[in-house]
Every structure is written in C-alpha cells, then in structure tokens.
C-alpha cells in the first residue's frame, strides 16, 4: 500500500468513524448496522498497515516484508539456490535475484557456489539474518499473546463461533469476483 493510498483510506476510516460516533441520520444508523463490517475493514486495514511498515528484526537495517519471507525460506533450507526459492516463494527467479542482492547488502545473507553444481548459487543466513529469523518469530508470538489476551475474556463458545464466522467471511470473500 503506498503513503497514498494509505492516506487515503485512513481518510476514509476517519469519515466513517465520524459519522458512526456522532450522527443520527440514517446514514449512521446504516453504519451501525454495519458495525461488524465497519470492524473488520478497519482490522484488515491496521493489519495491512503493519504488514507494509519495514522493521529491523533485531538488526541495524529495515526489513521489509518480502525480505523478511525470503529470509525465513532460506532458514527453513540452508544452502537453497535461486530456483529452488523460486519454486518454493512461487515468483519469479528474478524476483528471488533482486531480493537476494539486498539481503545480500544488508548484511542478511550470503552466497556460495554449490561445490556439485558449480554454475549454481547456494544461499545462506548470515548471523544478523539469523537473529531476523528470531526476532521475526518473536513478532508472531507477540501478535498471537495479544490475539490469546483478546480472547481471554470471552468462553470457548465465542471464540468457537468468532472462529467459524472468519473463516465464513474468508470463504465468501475467496468466492466474490474481484
């Protein structure tokens, strides 16, 4: 999402906002109704903000999202070549290039030539790319306590039910045409 289009819909949210807090006019009372979905956009909406902020994992250097998968590919197959990430990211080895030279920049990785294969490129994590690696995992748990904090509070039925209604609400969203 770019700072425009995040502009953009953080302008619309607000709007929304506005009206579902202070008026009374059937506008409002139609976002009322709508409040769940109203939620969710919003969720949705916070979540791909999170997604597209670059954070440093632990390192010196941002990172961004993309980076931060590849990174996790390459730990989960140490010495994994170009085409193998390609296969296993489904993206182009082009792609997969261009993301290892700027991990490659930054410090997170490096290459050697396969001692089988010599006209191939292993990759590998150094050890900043590692420490990523951690700290990438530890963002998980963090986002997972505050999701087990959030739930705490309601009994096993309604989270059962929050449960199926997500996935409900994905499985009508995979089915609508875009």
Do not use: W
Request: proline letters at 1%.
């Amino acid at each position: 999402m770019s700072d425009k289009e995040f502009q953009q819909t953080k302008l619309g949210h607000s709007i929304q906002e506005s009206l579902y807090n202070e008026n009374n006019d059937s506008d409002a009372a139609r976002l009322r109704r709508g409040h769940i979905s109203y939620s969710l956009f919003a969720l949705v909406a916070k979540f791909g903000v999170l997604e597209q902020q670059a954070r440093c994992f632990g390192t010196d250097v941002e990172i961004h999202n993309a980076e931060i998968h590849m990174i996790m590919a390459i730990h989960d197959d140490e010495g994994i070549h170009v085409g193998g990430l390609a296969d296993k990211l489904h993206i182009t080895k082009g792609s997969v290039s261009e993301l290892l030279r700027k991990l490659e920049r930054k410090g997170l990785i490096h290459k050697d030539t396969d001692p089988l294969k010599l006209s191939r490129i292993n990759v590998f994590l150094t050890e900043k790319g590692k420490i990523a690696h951690e700290h990438h995992l530890l963002y998980h748990e963090q986002l997972n306590e505050m999701l087990d904090q959030a739930m705490r509070h309601h009994s096993p039925e309604q989270v059962e039910f929050l449960a199926h209604f997500l996935d409900d609400v994905r499985s009508g969203l995979d089915s609508m045409d875009c």
